[in-house]
């Protein structure tokens, strides 16, 4: 790329996803929007990345849904990324969701303030009693394959595959956004039954030591990360879910303020991507 060359862009979405709750083309057709004043774009499914990425300075993943769906599509991408060097924004080094589940049970063994998740039976003991327990593919995501079941069911599903967590009665569920290690904005679902009907949220100190602990531990120097928490019955922050492959951004909650402050700290981000 020229000194005087703009930068270009391959932009992975996928527009016609049915995510409950959210539009995922009406937030990347507004943020491209944006971007372009900046950046060239090229907008392409998930499935067409790995034959498109050619001839680009990145590849910006954003709403492309769960991989699960198209999971061998998905590795031959990340594998040619690699292999030929290609920028991928966020990086393909994120330890969290990009790496699938096993993080929740590192994190739950190293101490930190998560919902406590195990995945063998012999670990079961470790769990906090409950009246219902989570048990999710270590794979899955979007809610796919969860369900709820109760103590005496769990020793037959622990065989390594699944995550089990209790059952936590929260107040509410919580999300920290961020560009890099800046927070940007948090919102938060007051009603625990509607994930997505989300309002500003304005966070304590406490809660961006919180949400700071996750992205320090992650540790992308460039790319967007979602710190998603629920607030546990003693008050307490406990971390559901550190989304750092494909975050929905809620966008269309924040005022026009807020979303020039997000389009402008992204907009640098890439930029001291593109130059690292």
Sequence with gaps: MSAAARPRLLYVTDLAYPARGRRYCDEDI???ARLRAEFDLALCHPLDAARLMEGFDAVV???SGPVLAYA???RAFRERALSSGTRVYNPLTGKADMAGKQYLLDLTDAGYPVIPTVDRAEDLHRLPA???YAVKPKLGADSIGLEFVTADRLAPLADGTVLIQPRVEFSYEVSFYYVDHDFQYALYAPDPDRRWQLRPYEPTVGDLEFAGRFIEWNDLGHGIQRVDACRAPGGELLLVELEDLNPYLSLD???DAGRDA????TCRSLHGFLAA
């Design 130 to 132: 409950a009246d219902r």
């Design 262 to 265: 997000f389009v402008a700290a």
């Design 253 to 255: 909650v924040l005022d």
């Design 61 to 63: 993943v954003r709403n």
């Design 72 to 74: 061998d599509a998905y």
């Design 30 to 32: 507004a943020l491209t």
